[in-house]
C-alpha cells in the first residue's frame, strides 16, 4: 500500500475498545514492512511510525544519514528523558530495497530487529510518557500537525505489513507469522495480537480495518490538518502575497448573460464578444482574469479578490484563497501555475456553467438574470417597490448583463462548445447550473458527449443541478442519461443538486413552483434506480424556513436510510448542505431576532447530533446501514447558523427596522401577484406580520 | 418499538453532545448520570404517560412491570394471575412504610393487547390513573415516596433486573409506542396534548420546557439508543448485560 506525501495514516481503537494507546500498556512488539524509495517526496528526516508529541518512533535523518529509534520515559520526581539511539547499518540503499523492522519492549528491554536480525538491546525499564496515552500511532509521519516543520518527518513510502502485539513476542516467531509460514489464528501468539495487516496494492481505499481481531482500524488522514493549510499557503506567499490557484483552476461562467468570475467569490464580469470570437478560452481566460493574473504573480492583490483580503487582514483564519488552492483540483498544479506566463491560457480543472435563464420556477429570493418566469413578472409588473427596487432590471442594463434568451443565439454558448473537447480532458469538476439546466438543450448535449465521446475523462465529477420540478418526461430522460453514463464507468462520480429551504406546503410558498411531494418522489425514484447517484439538497436558509426545518431535517434522515448502499463515492444518498441567505436581508432569518428562540436551532442539532454518522465517505465492504447519518459538514453548517442567531442577541434591533418593513411591502405584493398570502402557510408568523404593521401604524 | 424479555431499558443518563467521538455524537462514552431522575418522582405534580401492548402470547414473568423502580416495587406492573394493570408504590411511614397499589378499574385484557394510553398523573398526596386520558381511578397517600427510590435507575420493560429473587424482577415483552414525563404539570388535558400534539409543534407549547423526557422510539442510532424529543438528552439507553440478571 502506497503511504502518499501528507497523507499519512493513523492505527485507532474502534469505538468500543479501550482507547488507550496500546504501546503505553507495558510490553509490546510492532513491526513494519516497509521501502521508501529515493524519488519518493519526503522531509529531510522522515518517520515510519510514530507517535506525535514528545516522540517515540522510528525514523531517519537524512541530514545524517542515520536510522533513529526514540522515545520518552517518566521518572519519578524528575522530568521526562529524552532517549534517541542512532544506528548506521539502516541506509538509504535498505530503505530504497525495504526492510521489516521489529520493536520487541517486555518492560525492561528494548530490542530492535533489522529483518527479523537483533541490531540493538537497549535496557530501559521507566514506564513511557502518558502524552501516548490518548495518541495514535501514525505511519508516514511522526507529528503532521506539530507547528515546527522539521518535527513532522512526513513521508511517502510503500507499506507492506504492519502488526503490534501488546507482548514481548519471540523473534523467530513474528518472522513466520509475518512472513506468513504460520497463520496466526492457530498460534497462542493470538492471544496477544492487538493488530496484523497484510496490505494489497491498491491505494483508494480511507480506512482499513483490522481482519484479526477487529480491535482497530487504519484511517487515512484525509482532510488536510491545518498545518497542511499552512503549507500550502507558505507556498503560494512564496509566489506572492495575492496568489491564489483559483484563478487559474477554477471558473464560474454565466453563458446566458456573457459574464464569467474566478472563483466564485468576485463579481462576475462580462467577456468582450470580439475576445470570444478570437479565443474561446476567453470564456476563462478573459482579459480581466489575466491582468489579475499578472498582479498575482507581481506579488499583488487584486482588488476584485477583496473578500480574501477583508479574511487574511482581520483575522489569523485561513482565506479561501489557501483553501481552493489546497484542494485536490488546484495544489497539483501549483508548479505548472506558478512558472506559466500570465498571457498564457489555462484550462481550469473545476468549471461550473450556466447555459440559460430558463426557469420553471420563480423562487422568492431568486431573480430575473437567473429565473426566465422571474424576468416574465418583472417584464409584467416591474420590480418589487420596497425601500429599493426589488429585482429590477436596471443593473443589469447598465451592465450589459441582461440575459439571452433560451431561443436566440447566444455567441458565448458556441464559444463554449468550440472549447468543449478540449476542456473536458483536463477538467476534475464540471457542474451545470442555471435557470433550469434540464430547460436547456446545452445540458442534454454535455451528457451526451459524456456518453458519446470515444475517450471519456473517467475521473470526472461531473454535478448538474436541478429544481426536480420538470415534467416526468425530462427527469426519465435524465435517468436514462445517467444510467448510460455510470453502466459504462464514464465518470469517477456523479452528483445531483436539488434544492430545499423548509417542508411541505412551507417550501413551495419560497419556492413558487415547487410541488414538494413531487421533488421528493423525484429523488426517490432517481436514487432507487441510480444507486450510484448522491442527491445533494441546497437550502438557502431564510425566514420561512424556520418552522418546519425540523421535518425536512428528518424526511433527509429518513431517505438516508432507505437509499443507503456502498456504491457511492459519499457515504449518505443524500446530502442536507445548509447555507444562510444574505440577500436580500429582508427574507433573512435574522429579522426574527426576539421573536423565536433558539431551541429551535438546538432541537435540529440534537436530532442531527444523535443521528451523527462515524464516516462522511463511503468505505466500500465495511459500510454497514448503521453508519449512514448526518455528517460533521451537515451539523456544522447548521451549528453556524445558530451561531449568527446567538450572536444577534447583541445586535441592536432596529438594525433590522428597514427590512422588516421591506419584509411587509415584499408578502404583500407577493400575495397580490402570486395569490399565496403569507399567515396562511406561516401562522407562526401571524404576530410577527401584525408586530411590524403596529410598529409601523399600518 | 418492541422490548424484549429481560432486554430492558433505563432512563438514567444525560447526555453531553458538544463533543464527538469519530464524528458520533452519541455514544457509550458521553453520558452521565442525570440528578434529575433522583427525586423526580417525588416531587408534587407530574404526569407520566406510557402507550404499550402487552399480546398474550408474549414472553413475561407472572407479574411484570412497563415501567418501574427497583427495590420495594414502584411502577406499572400487569399481573397475569389477577389479570390486573395496577400502579404500586410505597410512602414513608413509621414503624414501616406503607405500601400503595391503586388498579385500573377500567382496563382491559384485550385492551392491553391491543394497546392501550395509561397515564399516572401525580397532584401532591392523590394519584390518579388516567386511560386513554379519561379518569380511572385513584388514590390519596398521606407522606412521601420512600427515600429507597432516590438511589435507583427507572427502568422500562421490568423493574428491578439484578434483584436477587428471579420473581422479582418483573420482565416483560412489550411493545411501547410512547413513553413520557411531563413535570410541574397536573392537569391531564395537558398530558393529551403532549400526547397528541405533532412533535415539531412542540416546542410552541407553554409546557415545553417541563417535558423531561419524551421518547421516539422510531429513532433509534446505532447503539440501541433511544432519541428523547424533549429539550433534554436523557436518551433511553439498553441496560447493558452485566446489570440484567
Redesign the interface.
Same mark, same amino acid.
Given at each position: 500500500m502506497k503511504i502518499e506525501y501528507q497523507k499519512p495514516w493513523f492505527l485507532k481503537p474502534k469505538l468500543t475498545q479501550s482507547q488507550t494507546n496500546i504501546l503505553s500498556n507495558g510490553k509490546f512488539s510492532i513491526n513494519l514492512t516497509f521501502k521508501v524509495d529515493k524519488i519518493y517526496k519526503k522531509d529531510n528526516k522522515i518517520g515510519f511510525w510514530g507517535v506525535p508529541g514528545k516522540n517515540i518512533g522510528i525514523s531517519y535523518d537524512y541530514e545524517v544519514d542515520l536510522f533513529v529509534f526514540e522515545f520518552w520515559t517518566k521518572h519519578e520526581g524528575e522530568e521526562d528523558k529524552f532517549n534517541c539511539y542512532t544506528y548506521d547499518c539502516i541506509n538509504d540503499r535498505t530503505l530504497n530495497k525495504g526492510l521489516t523492522i521489529s520493536v520487541v519492549y517486555d518492560g525492561d528491554t528494548y530490542y530492535l530487529y533489522k529483518d527479523f536480525k537483533l541490531f540493538d538491546t537497549i535496557v530501559n525499564s521507566h514506564p513511557l510518557i502518558d502524552d501516548y496515552l490518548n495518541e495514535p500511532i501514525y505511519l508516514g509521519c511522526h507529528n503532521m500537525d506539530s507547528l515546527n516543520v522539521k518535527h513532522r518527518c512526513i513521508t511517502e513510502m510503500d507499506v507492506f505489513h504492519f502488526s503490534v502485539f501488546d507482548d514481548a513476542i519471540n523473534i523467530k516467531k513474528l518472522e513466520s507469522l509475518i512472513t506468513n509460514e504460520t497463520i496466526i489464528d492457530s498460534t497462542k501468539e493470538y492471544d496477544n495480537l492487538y493488530c496484523f495487516f497484510n496490505f494489497g496494492t491498491s491505494g483508494d481505499e480511507f480506512i482499513i480495518f483490522d481482519g484479526y481481531k477487529d480491535l482497530c482500524f487504519l484511517k487515512k488522514k484525509n482532510k488536510m490538518s491545518t498545518v497542511g493549510f499552512d503549507i500550502v499557503k507558505d507556498k503560494l506567499d512564496s509566489v506572492g502575497c495575492g496568489f491564489c490557484l483559483a484563478k487559474w483552476t477554477q471558473v464560474t461562467m454565466h453563458l446566458h448573460n456573457g459574464t464569467t468570475h474566478s472563483c466564485h467569490h468576485p463579481e462576475p464580469h462580462k467577456i468582450g464578444l470580439e475576445e470570444i470570437v478570437r479565443n474561446p478560452t476567453a470564456l476563462h481566460n478573459s482579459k480581466i482574469k489575466k491582468q489579475a493574473r499578472k498582479e498575482m504573480i507581481e506579488d499583488k492583490r487584486p482588488s476584485e479578490c477583496q473578500y480574501c483580503w477583508n479574511v487574511e487582514d482581520s483575522s489569523s483564519s485561513f482565506s479561501d484563497r489557501t483553501f481552493k488552492s489546497a484542494e485536490p483540483w488546484s495544489e497539483p498544479y501549483f508548479e505548472e501555475i506558478k512558472n506559466s506566463d500570465w498571457r498564457a491560457d489555462y484550462n481550469p480543472k473545476y468549471a461550473e456553467v450556466s447555459f440559460s435563464n430558463t426557469c420553471n420556477f420563480k423562487c422568492a429570493y431568486c431573480g430575473p438574470e437567473y429565473s426566465s418566469k422571474w424576468m416574465e413578472e418583472i417584464n409584467e409588473h416591474g420590480a418589487y417597490n420596497l425601500s429599493y427596487e426589488y429585482n429590477g432590471t436596471k443593473r443589469m442594463e447598465e451592465r450589459n448583463t441582461k440575459p439571452y434568451r433560451h431561443s436566440d443565439d447566444n455567441p458565448y454558448v458556441n464559444a463554449f462548445w468550440e472549447w468543449f473537447p478540449e476542456l473536458y480532458e483536463s477538467l476534475d469538476t464540471f457542474r451545470i447550473t442555471g435557470g433550469e439546466p434540464l430547460l436547456s438543450k446545452d445540458t442534454w448535449k454535455v451528457l451526451d458527449y459524456v456518453i458519446e465521446t470515444e475517450n471519456p475523462n473517467k475521473n470526472l465529477k461531473l454535478s448538474i443541478n436541478s429544481n426536480l420540478g420538470v415534467n416526468d418526461e425530462l427527469i426519465d430522460r435524465l435517468i436514462e442519461k445517467l444510467d448510460l453514463i455510470i453502466k459504462d464507468n464514464r465518470v469517477k462520480e456523479l452528483i445531483i443538486y436539488t434544492s430545499c429551504d423548509g417542508y411541505g406546503t412551507q417550501a413551495e410558498y419560497t419556492r413558487f413552483g415547487l410541488d414538494f411531494e413531487k421533488m421528493f418522489s423525484n429523488v426517490d425514484k432517481i436514487l432507487t434506480i441510480l444507486p450510484r447517484v448522491t442527491i445533494v439538497v441546497m437550502s438557502t436558509f431564510n425566514i420561512f424556513s424556520i418552522f418546519s426545518y425540523e421535518q425536512l431535517i428528518k424526511k433527509i434522515h429518513k431517505i438516508k436510510l432507505k437509499h443507503f448502499n456502498t456504491k457511492r463515492y459519499w457515504n449518505s444518498a443524500i446530502i442536507l448542505d445548509t447555507s444562510y441567505l444574505r440577500h436580500p436581508p429582508f427574507m433573512s432569518f435574522r429579522i426574527l431576532k426576539d421573536y423565536i428562540d433558539v431551541e429551535y436551532f438546538n432541537r435540529w442539532i440534537k436530532y442531527m447530533k444523535f443521528n451523527s454518522t462515524f464516516r462522511s465517505l463511503n468505505f466500500h465492504k465495511t459500510q454497514l446501514k448503521s453508519d449512514i447519518g448526518f455528517s460533521v459538514q451537515e451539523i456544522e453548517k447548521i451549528s453556524r447558523i445558530r451561531d449568527i442567531f446567538i450572536t444577534d442577541y447583541e445586535t441592536d434591533i432596529r438594525l433590522f427596522d428597514k427590512d422588516k418593513r421591506d419584509f411587509l411591502e415584499f408578502i404583500k405584493e407577493y400575495e397580490k401577484r402570486r395569490g399565496m398570502n403569507c399567515a396562511e402557510y406561516y401562522p407562526e408568523l401571524t404576530q410577527f406580520i401584525k408586530n411590524i404593521e403596529n410598529e409601523n401604524k399600518v | 418499538m418492541k422490548i424484549k424479555y429481560k432486554e430492558p431499558y433505563w432512563v438514567k443518563f444525560q447526555w453531553d453532545?458538544s463533543e &464527538? &467521538?469519530?464524528?458520533?455524537?452519541? =455514544?457509550q #462514552?458521553d453520558k452521565e448520570e442525570n440528578d434529575v431522575f433522583k427525586d423526580f418522582l417525588h416531587k408534587e405534580n407530574y404526569i407520566i404517560t406510557c402507550n404499550f401492548k402487552i399480546k398474550s402470547h408474549y414472553k413475561k414473568d407472572e407479574i411484570c412491570m412497563v415501567f418501574g423502580k427497583p427495590g420495594k416495587n414502584l411502577g406499572l406492573s400487569y399481573n397475569q394471575g389477577t389479570k390486573t394493570l395496577a400502579f404500586e408504590f410505597w410512602t414513608k411511614n413509621t414503624p414501616d412504610d406503607t405500601f400503595n397499589m391503586v388498579i385500573f378499574k377500567t382496563v382491559t385484557i384485550k385492551e392491553i393487547e391491543n394497546g392501550v394510553t395509561v397515564s399516572i398523573v401525580r397532584d401532591k398526596n392523590k394519584i390518579t390513573l388516567y386511560k386513554n386520558f379519561i379518569e380511572d381511578n385513584s388514590v390519596e397517600f398521606e407522606n412521601n415516596l420512600i427515600d429507597d427510590y432516590k438511589e435507583t435507575a427507572f427502568f422500562l420493560g421490568c423493574s428491578s433486573p439484578d434483584c436477587d429473587s428471579d420473581k422479582h424482577r418483573y420482565y416483560g415483552e412489550m411493545e411501547v409506542n410512547h413513553f413520557s414525563f411531563l413535570s410541574k404539570e397536573s392537569n391531564i388535558e395537558k398530558g393529551e396534548d403532549l400526547y397528541n400534539t405533532e412533535? &415539531?409543534n412542540l416546542?410552541?407549547r407553554k409546557y415545553?420546557d417541563d417535558i423531561l423526557f419524551l421518547y421516539d422510539f422510531k429513532?433509534v442510532?446505532?447503539l440501541n439508543?433511544i432519541?428523547d424529543e424533549s429539550?433534554n =438528552?436523557n #436518551?433511553l439507553e439498553k441496560v447493558p448485560t452485566e446489570y440484567v440478571k
Amino acid at each position: 500500500m502506497k503511504i502518499e506525501y501528507q497523507k499519512p495514516w493513523f492505527l485507532k481503537p474502534k469505538l468500543t475498545q479501550s482507547q488507550t494507546n496500546i504501546l503505553s500498556n507495558g510490553k509490546f512488539s510492532i513491526n513494519l514492512t516497509f521501502k521508501v524509495d529515493k524519488i519518493y517526496k519526503k522531509d529531510n528526516k522522515i518517520g515510519f511510525w510514530g507517535v506525535p508529541g514528545k516522540n517515540i518512533g522510528i525514523s531517519y535523518d537524512y541530514e545524517v544519514d542515520l536510522f533513529v529509534f526514540e522515545f520518552w520515559t517518566k521518572h519519578e520526581g524528575e522530568e521526562d528523558k529524552f532517549n534517541c539511539y542512532t544506528y548506521d547499518c539502516i541506509n538509504d540503499r535498505t530503505l530504497n530495497k525495504g526492510l521489516t523492522i521489529s520493536v520487541v519492549y517486555d518492560g525492561d528491554t528494548y530490542y530492535l530487529y533489522k529483518d527479523f536480525k537483533l541490531f540493538d538491546t537497549i535496557v530501559n525499564s521507566h514506564p513511557l510518557i502518558d502524552d501516548y496515552l490518548n495518541e495514535p500511532i501514525y505511519l508516514g509521519c511522526h507529528n503532521m500537525d506539530s507547528l515546527n516543520v522539521k518535527h513532522r518527518c512526513i513521508t511517502e513510502m510503500d507499506v507492506f505489513h504492519f502488526s503490534v502485539f501488546d507482548d514481548a513476542i519471540n523473534i523467530k516467531k513474528l518472522e513466520s507469522l509475518i512472513t506468513n509460514e504460520t497463520i496466526i489464528d492457530s498460534t497462542k501468539e493470538y492471544d496477544n495480537l492487538y493488530c496484523f495487516f497484510n496490505f494489497g496494492t491498491s491505494g483508494d481505499e480511507f480506512i482499513i480495518f483490522d481482519g484479526y481481531k477487529d480491535l482497530c482500524f487504519l484511517k487515512k488522514k484525509n482532510k488536510m490538518s491545518t498545518v497542511g493549510f499552512d503549507i500550502v499557503k507558505d507556498k503560494l506567499d512564496s509566489v506572492g502575497c495575492g496568489f491564489c490557484l483559483a484563478k487559474w483552476t477554477q471558473v464560474t461562467m454565466h453563458l446566458h448573460n456573457g459574464t464569467t468570475h474566478s472563483c466564485h467569490h468576485p463579481e462576475p464580469h462580462k467577456i468582450g464578444l470580439e475576445e470570444i470570437v478570437r479565443n474561446p478560452t476567453a470564456l476563462h481566460n478573459s482579459k480581466i482574469k489575466k491582468q489579475a493574473r499578472k498582479e498575482m504573480i507581481e506579488d499583488k492583490r487584486p482588488s476584485e479578490c477583496q473578500y480574501c483580503w477583508n479574511v487574511e487582514d482581520s483575522s489569523s483564519s485561513f482565506s479561501d484563497r489557501t483553501f481552493k488552492s489546497a484542494e485536490p483540483w488546484s495544489e497539483p498544479y501549483f508548479e505548472e501555475i506558478k512558472n506559466s506566463d500570465w498571457r498564457a491560457d489555462y484550462n481550469p480543472k473545476y468549471a461550473e456553467v450556466s447555459f440559460s435563464n430558463t426557469c420553471n420556477f420563480k423562487c422568492a429570493y431568486c431573480g430575473p438574470e437567473y429565473s426566465s418566469k422571474w424576468m416574465e413578472e418583472i417584464n409584467e409588473h416591474g420590480a418589487y417597490n420596497l425601500s429599493y427596487e426589488y429585482n429590477g432590471t436596471k443593473r443589469m442594463e447598465e451592465r450589459n448583463t441582461k440575459p439571452y434568451r433560451h431561443s436566440d443565439d447566444n455567441p458565448y454558448v458556441n464559444a463554449f462548445w468550440e472549447w468543449f473537447p478540449e476542456l473536458y480532458e483536463s477538467l476534475d469538476t464540471f457542474r451545470i447550473t442555471g435557470g433550469e439546466p434540464l430547460l436547456s438543450k446545452d445540458t442534454w448535449k454535455v451528457l451526451d458527449y459524456v456518453i458519446e465521446t470515444e475517450n471519456p475523462n473517467k475521473n470526472l465529477k461531473l454535478s448538474i443541478n436541478s429544481n426536480l420540478g420538470v415534467n416526468d418526461e425530462l427527469i426519465d430522460r435524465l435517468i436514462e442519461k445517467l444510467d448510460l453514463i455510470i453502466k459504462d464507468n464514464r465518470v469517477k462520480e456523479l452528483i445531483i443538486y436539488t434544492s430545499c429551504d423548509g417542508y411541505g406546503t412551507q417550501a413551495e410558498y419560497t419556492r413558487f413552483g415547487l410541488d414538494f411531494e413531487k421533488m421528493f418522489s423525484n429523488v426517490d425514484k432517481i436514487l432507487t434506480i441510480l444507486p450510484r447517484v448522491t442527491i445533494v439538497v441546497m437550502s438557502t436558509f431564510n425566514i420561512f424556513s424556520i418552522f418546519s426545518y425540523e421535518q425536512l431535517i428528518k424526511k433527509i434522515h429518513k431517505i438516508k436510510l432507505k437509499h443507503f448502499n456502498t456504491k457511492r463515492y459519499w457515504n449518505s444518498a443524500i446530502i442536507l448542505d445548509t447555507s444562510y441567505l444574505r440577500h436580500p436581508p429582508f427574507m433573512s432569518f435574522r429579522i426574527l431576532k426576539d421573536y423565536i428562540d433558539v431551541e429551535y436551532f438546538n432541537r435540529w442539532i440534537k436530532y442531527m447530533k444523535f443521528n451523527s454518522t462515524f464516516r462522511s465517505l463511503n468505505f466500500h465492504k465495511t459500510q454497514l446501514k448503521s453508519d449512514i447519518g448526518f455528517s460533521v459538514q451537515e451539523i456544522e453548517k447548521i451549528s453556524r447558523i445558530r451561531d449568527i442567531f446567538i450572536t444577534d442577541y447583541e445586535t441592536d434591533i432596529r438594525l433590522f427596522d428597514k427590512d422588516k418593513r421591506d419584509f411587509l411591502e415584499f408578502i404583500k405584493e407577493y400575495e397580490k401577484r402570486r395569490g399565496m398570502n403569507c399567515a396562511e402557510y406561516y401562522p407562526e408568523l401571524t404576530q410577527f406580520i401584525k408586530n411590524i404593521e403596529n410598529e409601523n401604524k399600518v | 418499538m418492541k422490548i424484549k424479555y429481560k432486554e430492558p431499558y433505563w432512563v438514567k443518563f444525560q447526555w453531553d453532545i458538544s463533543e &464527538h &467521538h469519530d464524528n458520533q455524537y452519541v =455514544t457509550q #462514552f458521553d453520558k452521565e448520570e442525570n440528578d434529575v431522575f433522583k427525586d423526580f418522582l417525588h416531587k408534587e405534580n407530574y404526569i407520566i404517560t406510557c402507550n404499550f401492548k402487552i399480546k398474550s402470547h408474549y414472553k413475561k414473568d407472572e407479574i411484570c412491570m412497563v415501567f418501574g423502580k427497583p427495590g420495594k416495587n414502584l411502577g406499572l406492573s400487569y399481573n397475569q394471575g389477577t389479570k390486573t394493570l395496577a400502579f404500586e408504590f410505597w410512602t414513608k411511614n413509621t414503624p414501616d412504610d406503607t405500601f400503595n397499589m391503586v388498579i385500573f378499574k377500567t382496563v382491559t385484557i384485550k385492551e392491553i393487547e391491543n394497546g392501550v394510553t395509561v397515564s399516572i398523573v401525580r397532584d401532591k398526596n392523590k394519584i390518579t390513573l388516567y386511560k386513554n386520558f379519561i379518569e380511572d381511578n385513584s388514590v390519596e397517600f398521606e407522606n412521601n415516596l420512600i427515600d429507597d427510590y432516590k438511589e435507583t435507575a427507572f427502568f422500562l420493560g421490568c423493574s428491578s433486573p439484578d434483584c436477587d429473587s428471579d420473581k422479582h424482577r418483573y420482565y416483560g415483552e412489550m411493545e411501547v409506542n410512547h413513553f413520557s414525563f411531563l413535570s410541574k404539570e397536573s392537569n391531564i388535558e395537558k398530558g393529551e396534548d403532549l400526547y397528541n400534539t405533532e412533535i &415539531h409543534n412542540l416546542l410552541i407549547r407553554k409546557y415545553y420546557d417541563d417535558i423531561l423526557f419524551l421518547y421516539d422510539f422510531k429513532s433509534v442510532n446505532n447503539l440501541n439508543i433511544i432519541y428523547d424529543e424533549s429539550k433534554n =438528552t436523557n #436518551f433511553l439507553e439498553k441496560v447493558p448485560t452485566e446489570y440484567v440478571k
